[in-house]
């Protein structure tokens, strides 16, 4: 009976400690900033490039919606560093525009 109860004891202890990692990993990726979201739909047959933000790939319908606006002009460091920017390269909205063939 003891031993019934030692190894209660140290599964609730486990469990405890799993969910206080969890907290906290909840945390973690809660104070991660992302700079859009995802949402998709299966539909699309063929891969096909639309307005910006949308592809139709592998049957899918990927749109992302960007929390800032991409625009020509200055970049502050925060949003340099959060979509990986290195001084000298294409813009992402400069990409996108040429895959489309809007520049």
Not at 32 to 58: C, H, I, K, M, S
Request: charged residues 35%; hydrophobic residues 30%.
């Amino acid at each position: 009976m003891k031993a019934a109860q030692e190894r209660k004891n140290a599964l609730d202890k486990i469990q405890e400690q799993t969910f206080q990692q969890l907290a906290r990993n909840e945390i973690k990726v809660n104070q991660q900033e992302t700079l859009y979201e995802v949402r998709e739909e299966e539909y699309a047959d063929n891969n096909e490039y639309l307005p910006f933000g949308q592809v139709f790939y592998q049957g899918r319908l990927t749109e992302l919606k960007f929390k800032y606006d991409f625009t020509k002009g200055e970049l502050s460091d925060r949003l340099k560093h959060a979509i990986q920017y290195k001084e000298g390269e294409d813009a992402p909205w400069t990409h996108k525009m040429k895959i489309l063939g809007l520049e």
